[in-house]
């Protein structure tokens, strides 16, 4: 299975859709490599909800197990801000211990240890201020633990991936 795993390059059926919300789902009958079977022997079902308001967008997931073995799952969903190079020292988050001073982001050997993780606030409300831009909040499930901090070298992004 290829990174980010097999849902996001295969058929979502559009489920209803109103004004400002969509509502997708997908399930393994969906995936057009049948080698999924082999890789991902699981029943389960997907459904997300995207809905926007004035100044917000709203993601909702749901991963149901419809089988009787545990279902080991993850995302893979990691929104980017849009950040210049020339601000990015000064973005502050609630995020204890956060500080982009002194980074470079350049890739190590082992990739994911060289990037920052930090505890998930208890409320799950993640807080990203952005000079110029405003303030971004992320709320998260409390199954989540951890958001890793990346970007790729000289980006003109942040991604904070719970």
């Known amino acids: 299975m290829g990174q980010h795993g097999f849902a996001?390059?295969?058929a979502w059926t559009w489920d209803k859709q109103t004004e400002n919300s969509v509502e997708l789902?997908?399930?393994p009958g969906n995936v057009k490599d049948r080698e999924l079977d082999n890789l991902y022997p699981y029943d389960f079902e997907n459904k997300m909800n995207v809905s926007v308001g004035d100044k917000s967008i709203k993601y909702d997931f749901l991963v149901k197990n419809n089988g009787d073995k545990k279902l080991?799952?993850?995302?893979?969903f990691h929104p980017f801000f849009?950040?210049?190079?020339?601000?990015?020292k000064q973005v502050t988050t609630n995020l204890e211990g956060f500080n982009l001073e002194g980074?470079?982001?350049e890739k190590e050997k082992d990739d994911h240890l060289s990037k920052p993780l930090y505890d998930v606030p208890e409320d799950g409300c993640i807080e990203i201020n952005v000079p110029g831009?405003?303030?971004?909040k992320m709320n998260v499930s409390s199954e989540?633990?951890?958001?890793?901090?990346?970007?790729?070298p000289g980006?003109?992004?942040?991604c904070f991936e719970p």
Request: glycine share 6%.
């Open 72 to 76: 080991p799952t993850t995302l893979g």
């Open 155 to 158: 980006a003109n992004f942040l």
């Open 25 to 27: 789902s997908f399930k």
């Open 8 to 10: 996001r390059n295969n």
């Open 133 to 136: 831009k405003g303030t971004f």
């Open 82 to 88: 849009a950040i210049d190079n020339d601000i990015e």
């Open 144 to 152: 989540f633990k951890k958001v890793l901090v990346w970007k790729e």
């Open 103 to 105: 980074r470079t982001w």
